[in-house]
């Protein structure tokens, strides 16, 4: 095939591209004019994103200092009174004090800070999002090559403008994450509230239900099931993300497991990401307990 | 309170994204079929008239695709019309605003489903009171009127099992205590029972005419059951392909079927049960012989008494216990027997 080329014109061969002037040119004035839109905007951003940060922070000192047994005991009681089971309770106890004993503890409830307010955040951006691309066909065909792009576009790509806008931190670190987690969320909010019995929909219609009525009694109780598979995906991929995030100074497990990277040091890479198995493991086997729990009703007793 | 008749006059639907194009062909006659393969859309209704009478029981008969659950959603408006009124006390429901409706739906109907479409993640008492609860009526009050009516349905003790703890019979006698305890004067039955079987819908048909003597609501029933709907209508209407093909009451189709369509359902029926005994009594000529039998007894039943009494001469009674008209064991039989003249047509 080489000796193709040979008798045909240049261009056919080699890809013509754009000179490689006017793409710098192009990419200047991007990546300029993104850069003054943002240093004219940086107080606004700042003040706009200084209560995530507190939030943050208050967390993260809360998980810290105060004593371990009284956290252990806490995350122990949460634990058995979503799942109602004392294997997943006793499997909590067993990992949480392995990691102790690891001297991963602090590392451990930093992370675990970071996680929760990335959950927290996810949801209550998702959930709303969701519901809107349910109720109309239009916002879900806007919104889901959205969500194509977030869920494929590799992490370390949005880091840059993240850190760009909101410089190295937790906060730039809890957005890159929240960006990762949110679309299973959204996804399986609005799947879920798509999927609900059309024959339930018209009965609470025949009733005279109103748009909001149909939705706490009928639509959101319905997809409770889907939307929890949802929050668990969330959880597990801000867990997953938490490692990339500590490129952008989000400290935690996931910051020694990069320092394990760089140093080629096997072991700590190692025993920081079973931690992170074992609080990812403990999130998805309580939630997943609880949303079952949830379905109580759906148990069949006659045929 | 009062209920109301329900006017359907001139009702068309068209199903298809441009349905309204299409009402003046279809009334120029174009048929059900050329209309799906020219233009894609679907003729659910045609030209439906029919007044459902105050206070009883209309029965819609059809098989499937005669655009029964069609027309009982136009209703209470969950499928718009085409073209066409349904009147309601002198109000078309099909031009109300959104708000009145909402207020129509929850003050004035109430509907059972043939899949019950209970709340599965609700007990039975808050299934039965989410009419009530989207109302705004409060939580006491609200449960006290379910309870009730859980009772009269024959649910009592069960007001914490959820839906899927139930038989199917059971699960449709709590569709029936949601929309009885809406207490709307409109109760609309769609295929309500045919989900059931047998002897529990019979069951079911009974407790509906047992509280329809006392409540003396409205009722538009749907079914696709001959027998079901002579047992319970006061009046009913069969469709075929979205016509009315015929009206009036049990009797009447029964002893006039209009076309051969209507002579093969009622074939099958058992006259004893639908024909009453005024119908085929002869005048009286002299004295009245033989024993009473009240006007408006069913043949079968007529028949029964006769025969343990053995009489083979009777006499038909008014409510004041005046003489009528004269009968006999041997017209009654002849009676109860599908005349030849349908099965020819039927075969």
Redesign the interface.
């Known amino acids: 095939m080489a000796g193709l080329c040979e008798s045909l014109p240049d261009f056919l061969c080699k890809f013509p591209a754009f000179s490689d002037v006017s793409i710098r040119a192009v990419r200047k004035s991007v990546d300029d004019g993104f850069k003054a839109l943002v240093r004219s905007y940086v107080n606004a951003i700042d003040a706009m994103v200084q209560p995530l940060q507190w939030f943050l922070n208050y967390l993260e000192r809360l998980f810290v200092s105060s004593p371990w047994p009284i956290i252990l005991l806490i995350m122990l009681a949460i634990v058995y009174f979503g799942s109602r089971n004392i294997k997943i309770t006793i499997g909590t106890a067993l990992s949480m004090l392995a990691i102790g004993l690891l001297g991963l503890w602090n590392d451990t409830m930093v992370t675990l800070a970071m996680v929760t307010v990335c959950t927290l955040i996810a949801i209550l951006v998702g959930i709303p999002i969701g519901i809107l691309m349910a109720r109309s066909d239009r916002v879900q065909g806007i919104v889901n090559p959205i969500l194509d792009v977030m869920q494929t576009m590799p992490s370390f790509v949005y880091l840059i403008p993240v850190v760009m806008i909101f410089g190295i931190g937790k906060v730039p670190g809890l957005i890159a994450v929240v960006i990762y987690a949110v679309p299973p969320m959204i996804r399986l909010t609005n799947l879920g509230i798509r999927l609900v019995?059309k024959?339930?929909l018209?009965?609470?219609?025949?009733?005279?239900?109103?748009g909001w009525?149909k939705l706490k009694?009928?639509q959101m109780?319905?997809a409770?099931p889907t939307i929890m598979a949802g929050i668990n995906q969330t959880i597990m991929m801000s867990l997953a993300m938490v490692v990339v995030a500590s490129m952008v100074g989000v400290g935690g497990l996931g910051k020694n497991v990069l320092q394990a990277i760089n140093n080629q040091f096997f072991t700590v890479g190692f025993l920081n990401g079973f931690a992170l198995v074992a609080i990812a493991i403990i999130f998805d086997r309580t939630s997943q307990a609880y949303g079952k729990r949830l379905q109580?009703?759906?148990?069949?007793?006659?045929? | 309170m009062v209920s109301h008749a329900i006017e359907v006059r001139n009702l068309y639907k068209i199903f298809g994204p441009r349905g309204g194009d299409y009402v003046d062909a279809v009334k120029n006659g174009l048929g059900k079929a050329e209309l799906n393969q020219k233009y894609g859309h679907v003729l659910g209704l045609r030209d439906i008239n029919i007044s459902m009478p105050a206070g009883g029981i209309m029965v819609v008969m059809g098989l499937s695709g005669s655009g029964k659950s069609t027309l009982i959603r136009h209703i209470n408006r969950l499928i718009d019309p085409t073209a066409g009124e349904v009147l309601y006390d002198g109000v078309d429901v099909c031009k109300m605003s959104e708000n009145d409706l909402r207020e129509f739906r929850r003050h004035k109907t109430a509907m059972v489903f043939q899949k019950f479409a209970l709340l599965p993640h609700r007990t039975v008492l808050e299934n039965t009171v989410y009419g009530l609860e989207i109302q705004g009526v409060g939580q006491a009050e609200r449960e006290k009127r379910a309870t009730q009516w859980i009772a009269r349905v024959g649910l009592s003790g069960f007001e914490n099992h959820y839906p899927n703890q139930l038989s199917g019979g059971m699960q449709q006698r709590v569709g029936l205590a949601r929309a009885l305890t809406n207490d709307a004067d409109i109760l609309l039955m769609d295929e309500a029972y045919s989900a059931l079987d047998p002897l529990i819908r019979v069951d079911m048909q009974t407790v509906l005419l047992d509280l329809q003597k006392e409540l003396k609501k409205t009722v538009v029933f749907i079914t696709h059951d001959l027998d079901e709907a002579l047992r319970l209508g006061d009046k009913i209407a069969i469709l075929r392909d979205g016509m009315v093909v015929q009206q009036g009451t049990g009797q009447e189709i029964v002893l006039n079927p209009a076309d051969e369509y209507i002579t093969a359902f009622v074939k099958e029926v058992n006259r004893g049960r639908v024909v009453n005994v005024e119908t085929i009594m002869a005048p009286l000529s002299g004295n009245p012989e033989g024993m009473p039998i009240a006007k408006g007894t069913v043949l079968e039943m007529a028949a029964r008494a006769m025969t343990s009494a053995n009489q083979t001469l009777a006499h038909v009674v008014d409510e004041n216990n005046r003489p009528v008209g004269a009968i006999s064991l041997s017209a009654i039989i002849s009676s109860m027997v599908t005349p030849t003249s349908h099965e020819a047509k039927a075969a």
């Open positions: 019995d024959e339930v018209e009965a609470a219609d025949a009733f005279g239900s109103s009525q009694n009928v109780p319905l409770l109580k009703h759906s148990e069949v007793i006659h045929g």
